[in-house]
């Protein structure tokens, strides 16, 4: 079992940033890379990034390129998710969620584990 806990979010204006946190415990050792997703109110949930615990490997969704940076600190076992130039469209729930599958996991269908989520909302 793999347990996830997310933190950071929170209430920002549109241009500022924010940091999310997801601290991974259990059978990490498992899981080979790591995600954050979103979801917004009436909204399917949607991927935003995605890193290897090996190697590094990053991958976004085009709509947070530029904006958003994915990482990890393997010794703490957490992934973070630094968000600038946020914008009201980025207001959801951001999840994290851990996945032992190879290649590029962008669907939520390629993660077995989630957190519970942390609400992230931009006001204008």
């Known amino acids: 079992q793999v347990q996830l806990v997310e933190s950071g979010g929170g209430l920002v204006q549109a241009g500022g940033s924010l940091r999310l946190s997801c601290a991974a415990s259990?059978?990490?050792?498992?899981?080979?890379?790591m995600g954050w997703f979103r979801q917004a109110p009436g909204k399917e949930r949607e991927f935003v990034a995605a890193i290897r615990w090996s190697g590094g490997s990053t991958y976004y969704a085009d709509s947070v390129k530029g904006r958003f940076a994915i990482s990890t600190d393997n010794a703490k076992n957490t992934v973070y998710l630094q968000m600038i130039s946020l914008k009201p469209e980025d207001t959801a729930v951001y999840y994290c969620?851990?996945?032992?599958?190879?290649?590029?996991?962008?669907?939520?269908?390629?993660?077995?584990?989630w957190g519970q989520g942390t609400q992230v909302t931009v006001s204008s």
């Open positions: 259990g059978r990490t050792f498992r899981r080979s890379a």
């Open positions: 969620a851990a996945s032992g599958l190879g290649g590029a996991p962008v669907s939520p269908a390629d993660y077995d584990y």
